[in-house]
């Protein structure tokens, strides 16, 4: 009865209500099987903008990307930081940065600068450069402690406390320990973010060696935990393809003949940023395994009651404290935008040789037709140098690795797991055999 009498209902002028009969969790277990399924079932019944009781939030989700510009540009009321501050800091296990630490959320911000513009050349060139020092000693342990963490990564941002979760705590502290000041002083060849963001934590006296080596531990976590399943994505859609693995590879190799390097296997090679820029085969099959694999929410939280303006005719009222949700997954699978969504078509994002960026829905060009790395304030600063970084991995593959998909397997799926969070993971191992590719081997 409690219950009954303290459910939200529907005020004048707000969208479209949609809670479930479960105190406190709503939809939540009905969105975590499938959101996509479940938006797209809300989507028929309500239209495009409607709010859904989740986990004890309010969220109201836009689904046509048309609106998606009211929401992107509107700075004022609706904000991204204030919730990445609640979520990141008990994830990674480092203290709330906005409260504490005056300056320091700035400092960090501006340091994403030196994944951009004219350090990326630097950042991306010293990624193919050869392995120094003894950093890289115990990647093995590392790389398990890892994905023990990330498996428990998508609970961790919805919050449920570490120390319900078995040995997440402990697996948690063994990485962070990687990062310790003391332990990092003895690295050379490190990158100038992680120099510069070093010193601006050094700055605040009173962050801990553990808070320090946790802030480190979020951006590894950043830099890989997407990038690493891309990777997969791209690579997993190529090998079903034959006809883009050889188009894209030609491409890769005449990019190097042009440029005067021909092939070796016996040679270290080294793709510059401009080389990369040139591959826009390439560049459209990381576009295409994007669309495909990734499942993220870009979240806003209204700072205050007001009317959220969505086009030329339409507002929405929206409560303080609410949260406004855009899932570009739904509008990655489109059919009036992407013709036959759920295939690979690794020339979609070509056209006349370059980079296609006109996409349409009813007629309308959009702004945004595609979202992997969010948008606005909220857009991921390192999306460039991930672009560069996976086709480095692909490159390489390409050309030293002959690849094929061991007969027999069913084809895997996306885990819905990670849903709203990023690149899915895949739901199974796939198997496939390699060998070295001779030098004056065709495409
Ligand atoms: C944030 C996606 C690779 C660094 C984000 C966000 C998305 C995203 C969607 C926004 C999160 C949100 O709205 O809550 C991806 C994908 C990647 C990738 C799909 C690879 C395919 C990278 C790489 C780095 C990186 C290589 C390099 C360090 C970051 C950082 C943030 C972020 C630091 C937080 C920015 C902030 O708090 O303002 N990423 N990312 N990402 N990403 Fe990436």
New binding site residues.
């Given amino acids: 009865l409690c219950f009954i009498c303290l459910r939200r209902k529907r005020r004048p002028g707000e969208p479209p209500l949609v809670s479930g009969w479960i105190p406190f969790l709503g939809r939540a277990l009905d969105f975590g099987r499938d959101a996509q399924a479940f938006l797209q079932e809300q989507r028929r019944r309500h239209g495009d903008v409607f709010t859904v009781h989740l986990a004890g939030k309010y969220l109201t989700f836009i689904l046509d990307p048309l609106l998606y510009p009211s929401v992107v540009r509107q700075g004022r009321q609706l904000d991204?930081?204030q919730?990445?501050d609640t979520?990141?800091p008990p994830t990674f296990g480092y203290p709330p940065v906005r409260k504490g630490f005056p300056g320091l959320s700035e400092q960090?911000?501006r340091s994403?600068q030196l994944?951009q513009g004219e350090h990326l050349g630097v950042l991306t060139e010293s990624m193919m450069g050869p392995e120094r020092g003894r950093r890289h000693e115990g990647m093995e342990d590392m790389r398990e402690d890892f994905q023990r963490f990330d498996r428990m990564f998508p609970l961790l941002i919805a919050q449920v406390p570490i120390g319900l979760l078995g040995r997440t705590r402990a697996v948690r502290s063994k990485l962070i320990d990687r990062f310790l000041p003391d332990r990092m002083s003895s690295w050379t060849g490190t990158s100038q973010?992680i120099k510069t963001r070093s010193k601006l934590l050094e700055q605040h006296a009173s962050l801990r060696d553990t808070d320090k080596g946790a802030h480190h531990f979020?951006?590894?976590w950043?830099?890989?935990?997407?990038?690493v399943?891309?990777?997969f994505w791209v690579l997993y859609f190529l090998l079903r393809d034959p006809e883009a693995l050889q188009a894209v590879r030609q491409e890769v190799l005449e990019v190097l003949r042009q440029s005067g390097g021909e092939f070796s296997p016996e040679k270290d090679l080294a793709l510059s940023r401009e080389q990369l820029d040139s591959m826009v085969l390439l560049e459209s099959s990381i576009s295409e395994g994007?669309r495909l694999s990734?499942a993220?929410?870009?979240?806003r939280v209204s700072q205050e009651d007001f009317s959220l303006r969505l086009d030329a005719e339409h507002s929405v009222s929206v409560r303080k404290g609410d949260v406004i949700a855009l899932y570009p997954q739904s509008m990655h699978m489109d059919p009036d935008i992407y013709q036959d969504p759920q295939s690979f078509r690794y020339d979609r994002f070509v056209q006349d040789g370059r980079v296609k960026t006109d996409f349409y829905k009813s007629g309308q060009k959009l702004k945004f037709f595609l979202?992997?790395?969010?948008?606005g304030?909220?857009?991921?600063?390192?999306?460039y140098?991930?672009?560069n970084?996976?086709k480095q991995f692909l490159s390489l593959v390409l050309l030293y690795l002959d690849l094929d998909l061991q007969p027999g397997q069913n084809r895997v799926s996306l885990d819905y797991g990670r849903a709203g969070?990023?690149?899915l993971l895949p739901n199974a191992d796939v198997r496939f055999h390699y060998r070295l590719r001779a030098a004056s081997q065709s495409p």
């Fill in positions: 991204f930081h919730f990445a979520v990141a960090i911000i994403f994944m973010l979020a951006i590894l950043a830099s890989v935990g997407n990038t399943p891309a990777c994007l990734s993220s929410t870009n979240i979202m992997p790395f969010g948008s304030t909220s857009m991921c600063p390192g999306r140098f991930a672009v970084e996976i969070l990023g690149i």
